[in-house]
């Protein structure tokens, strides 16, 4: 005999249903980057988010954000879905492909990979985009530009979050050969990044008539471009000082 009172074990799977107006979700462009973001579309959310900078995107509808266990939402076919599942699900369904910039398709993967067989992204037609794997897992860090894919897996591999990684730079130089990529280089460009262009020009100020500049002639003997202050007062410790700890400097690299 069948006891109605107690649950089913096998319950049959229902739609939750969220009140009308309570937790509705929309699409945002940040002002900063770019990038699209979801966020709560209510009067008083939205109207501190612009006021932020960020642009609401009323064309690809709003949500409600839905539970972990229950379809709150219904696409334009009148098929459910999960919100929190499926976060991008309405933007993509309405052609908001384009809406994305070319660094957060790469950040997420899509252009390996995109979220649903369906979308293209023509903003990265032609576009080179470099992917450098992880070794130690299934990481894979992309870029537009070769230098930065290669200095963020260098970061990667040296974070020393567990003993995979943590590379050392005798490692780095043979995983280098094997991609074909020289972490040394990353390295030195984050050390030394090309100076502003304020700090060039105040450089290469012409002096007063007479005027005596302690610092000319002085400057990082290794070619990394480094030179004292225009009116240094001991130039010649400030270039010691300076090409002791040069990532150029032949004797500091042999060390490495």
């Not at 979801?38 to 900078?53: H, I, L, N, Q």
């Not at 567990?162 to 040394?184: A, C, I, M, Q, W």
């Not at 005596?212 to 290794?222: D, E, H, K, L, T």
Request: include cysteine.
């Amino acid at each position: 005999m069948v006891n109605e009172i107690a649950p089913s074990l096998y319950p049959e799977v229902q739609d939750a249903v969220t009140p009308p107006g309570k937790g509705e979700h929309g699409y945002y462009r940040r002002d900063d980057n770019g990038w699209i973001i979801t966020a709560p579309v209510w009067p008083s959310y939205r109207s501190d988010m612009e006021f932020k900078g960020y642009v609401f995107l009323p064309q690809y509808g709003t949500w409600v954000h839905g539970t972990p266990w229950g379809n709150t939402n219904r696409d334009d076919r009148g098929i459910g879905y999960n919100a929190l599942q499926e976060p991008w699900r309405r933007i993509f369904a309405r052609g908001g492909a384009k809406e994305f910039p070319v660094t957060q398709i790469i950040a997420y993967g899509w252009h390996r990979q995109p979220a649903y067989r369906e979308v293209t992204f023509p903003q990265i037609t032609g576009v080179k985009i470099y992917d450098l794997p992880c070794p130690e897992c299934s990481r894979v860090f992309g870029s537009m530009a070769e230098d930065e894919a290669v200095a963020n897996l260098r970061t990667h591999l040296t974070s020393t979050v567990d003993r995979p990684h943590s590379y050392s730079p005798t490692d780095l130089r043979e995983l280098g050969k094997e991609l074909g990529v020289n972490f040394d280089s990353a390295r030195i460009r984050r050390y030394h990044q090309e100076p502003a262009e304020e700090a060039v020009r105040a450089q290469q100020a012409v002096p007063l008539l007479g005027e005596i500049v302690p610092s000319a002639g002085y400057g990082c003997r290794f070619g990394c471009g480094w030179m004292p202050k225009l009116l240094s007062k001991n130039p010649a410790n400030a270039q010691a000082g300076h090409e002791r700890f040069c990532a150029l400097n032949p004797a500091r690299a042999a060390s490495d």
